[in-house]
């Protein structure tokens, strides 16, 4: 018998603490939203965007700048990385630099020099990635033969050819729709100060010749295609242009999503509000007016006198996940009273009548999904519904209100279930979405153009499959155990696909595992559990770097530094693998109390810690949730000391 290596006052207090600092920070209508933040891409992008269209506005110009002043990493490589402590990537650089210059910076500054001789130094900007160079070719800094040919007739290709809409993600599909109109038009950026960054570029453009990289054959293929596309192009009969133009803005109007914008995420929302201007939509027309507005809430502003520009927000998310925490921390009336409001912002956010793009691949199944944002009703994600769904499902479990959501857990389980792709996983939009020849074209440099079935989704929709227990899920549950045990790592791990890394991949699929009924005493299933054992520092803590998803061989790993979000989610996971009376266990719990802080970043994160938490695209675009560090310690500490109230230790 092995006794807790810590009293119980002191969890109850560290929970208590938490525990309240988050319900204040919950919203008057019942929900979370924290900051979604990324590397400066995104807000370099703002700035050019608002010298694209002529539309600057100074304050908010100066405010950015000064934020990406401060992210870049004069202390090392001189440049800017996708994650706090990364190394310096080249086309956030150089986009970094464009911004700062155009928004009045000099270019002898010393943290532009320095800047400057470090993307000299990676070979300079024509080396930079796809959606760089398109950028600088609109705004003339490159010939359009330095970005991928693009052209807008690909909205009028047959389902049957290798290349579709329907066939890549989500993302890349809303994405890339408004993308082709800027880039058949050869659209060009009104630059009213005519900024430009030829210092950037160690070959003149004009003259540059190696501008895509092949490695692959069907890459090759691809780029011979791409040349003679360019080639043939000005055969290209008007009439058909026009008409695919026409089709292309059909396709995105529908979808502008309001005040939400164009897919819920800046990328498309910039591309749409671009194109509507080189398509000649006035400044003041409601809908292009409608689209900047989208893009403007994105900006979060700081007492600092700083701003960024978030890739989108995450309310739906956060709101899940911070109830589920604080569902279990007490059960007052306060608290619970905190949590049915959760639930009944939640609720009717439930997309019931559109049957968005997924529905190609599945024509006849009723939508039910929750989407990530405030409103994206085309795109609702099978992560967010599986979470919201096991909420409403666990919250009012034996209670007086048990059946109050029944018809929405069902449609949510029914629509799972009908999005189960043929391998047995689960993706996160789409179903089927494994067109994997498509990563191989040059406008994909960035390998992120499908949504096939991952680990950490699988494991999330299995848990809530598993906790709801209807009989005729059981072939789909067993579907999707099959598909998870293929894809364990020979060490035990699951890559993570929506967090870093593979410790929130392991922690997904175990508590999948264990809501589904499994024993967790399978060799197969303790491989992954001793995987996290081997893993854990010697302060007790976890931590894993982003770099994982450059070089695998580093997964579980941190240079031994523990982080809170990794530490909860190994604690998670050891706790759905009935290893909460585990010595490993108790010293994550141990880190975790050692490591609350007396008051965080804000009120609500007493747990804050710089790191960046997940990727967006894995290798390309990196995130820090900032509710992660406040709801999962919570949801840790409070799910171990439930477990060790509700049984004897056995380890």
């Not at 009104?190 to 490695?215: C, D, H, M, S, W």
């Not at 034996?398 to 629509?415: C, F, K, L, N, Q």
């Not at 043929?422 to 191989?440: K, L, P, Q, V, W």
Request: charged share 20%; glycine share 8%.
């Amino acid at each position: 018998m092995r006794q807790p290596l810590h009293d119980a006052s002191r969890i109850d207090r560290a929970i208590d603490r938490a525990r309240q600092a988050l319900i204040a920070r919950q919203r008057t209508d019942g929900h979370w939203c924290f900051e979604f933040e990324t590397d400066c891409t995104i807000s370099s992008e703002y700035i050019l965007m608002m010298h694209f269209i002529d539309e600057i506005d100074e304050v908010l110009q100066e405010k950015l700048a000064r934020y990406i002043r401060l992210k870049q990493r004069l202390d090392t490589h001189g440049g800017w990385p996708l994650y706090h402590d990364g190394a310096l990537d080249l086309s956030c650089t150089v986009k970094a630099y464009y911004a700062l210059k155009a928004a009045g910076d000099a270019p002898d500054a010393p943290h532009m020099r320095r800047a400057r001789d470090a993307i000299l130094a990676k070979g300079g900007a024509a080396k930079s990635n796809v959606f760089t160079r398109i950028l600088l070719a609109m705004f003339g800094q490159v010939p359009w033969r330095a970005a991928p040919y693009v052209p807008v007739e690909i909205m009028l290709f047959p389902r049957w050819m290798p290349f579709h809409l329907e066939k890549v993600s989500y993302w890349a599909r809303s994405t890339m729709v408004p993308l082709f109109i800027l880039c058949t038009m050869k659209a060009k950026a009104k630059n009213p100060r005519q900024v430009g960054i030829a210092e950037l570029f160690v070959t003149p453009p004009e003259q540059e010749r190696q501008y895509f990289a092949t490695t692959t054959f069907v890459s090759k293929l691809f780029l011979l295609l791409d040349k003679l596309g360019r080639a043939c192009d000005p055969l290209m009969p008007s009439s058909l242009r026009r008409k695919a133009i026409r089709k292309a803005e059909q396709w995105f109007l529908p979808r502008l999503n309001g005040e939400d914008g164009l897919g819920a995420i800046f990328p498309p929302m910039v591309n749409a509000l671009e194109a509507m201007d080189l398509l000649g939509y006035a400044k003041d027309h409601p809908v292009r007016a409608t689209c900047l507005r989208s893009l403007q809430k994105l900006i979060v502003h700081r007492d600092d006198g700083t701003a960024y520009c978030q890739p989108c927000v995450s309310p739906v998310w956060d709101t899940g996940w911070a109830a589920m925490a604080l569902l279990r921390t007490s059960a007052d009336e306060d608290t619970q009273a905190v949590v049915t409001r959760a639930l009944e912002w939640l609720a009717p956010l439930q997309e019931l009548q559109c049957k968005g793009d997924w529905s190609v691949q599945a024509p006849g199944l009723p939508p039910g999904g929750w989407a990530f944002q405030y409103a994206n009703a085309y795109y609702p994600d099978l992560d967010d519904t599986a979470v919201v769904a096991a909420l409403l499902h666990v919250a009012v479990r034996g209670t007086p209100r048990e059946g109050v959501h029944r018809e929405r857990i069902e449609r949510a389980a029914d629509w799972l279930v009908g999005m189960q792709s043929d391998n047995g996983g689960f993706a996160s939009f789409d179903r089927n979405n494994t067109h994997y020849h498509i990563n191989e074209i040059p406008f994909a440099d960035h390998g992120a153009m499908l949504d096939p079935p991952t680990e950490d989704v699988s494991g999330r929709v299995l848990a809530f499959l598993g906790l709801l227990g209807r009989p005729q899920d059981q072939p789909a549950i067993e579907r999707c155990i099959a598909y998870l045990r293929s894809a364990r790592l020979p060490d035990g791990s699951y890559w993570g696909r929506w967090g870093t890394n593979y410790i929130y991949g392991t922690w997904s699929v175990l508590g999948g595992l264990a809501l589904a009924g499994q024993d967790m005493r399978q060799p197969w299933i303790r491989a992954s559990v001793d995987w996290l054992f081997s893993r854990q520092h010697a302060d007790g803590g976890w931590g894993e770097t982003n770099d994982t998803y450059f070089d695998p061989a580093l997964r579980g790993t941190n240079d031994g530094v523990s982080t809170p979000h990794s530490t909860a989610w190994a604690v998670l996971g050891l706790c759905a693998a009935g290893e909460h009376s585990s010595e490993a266990a108790h010293r994550g719990v141990r880190w975790l109390l050692d490591h609350q802080q007396a008051a965080g970043e804000t009120e609500a994160d007493l747990w804050y810690h710089p790191s960046f938490n997940a990727p967006g695209f894995p290798r390309v675009f990196f995130l820090k949730y900032h509710g992660y560090t406040a709801y999962f310690p919570l949801w840790a500490l409070s799910r171990y000391r439930q477990l060790l109230a509700n049984s004897s230790p056995t380890r």
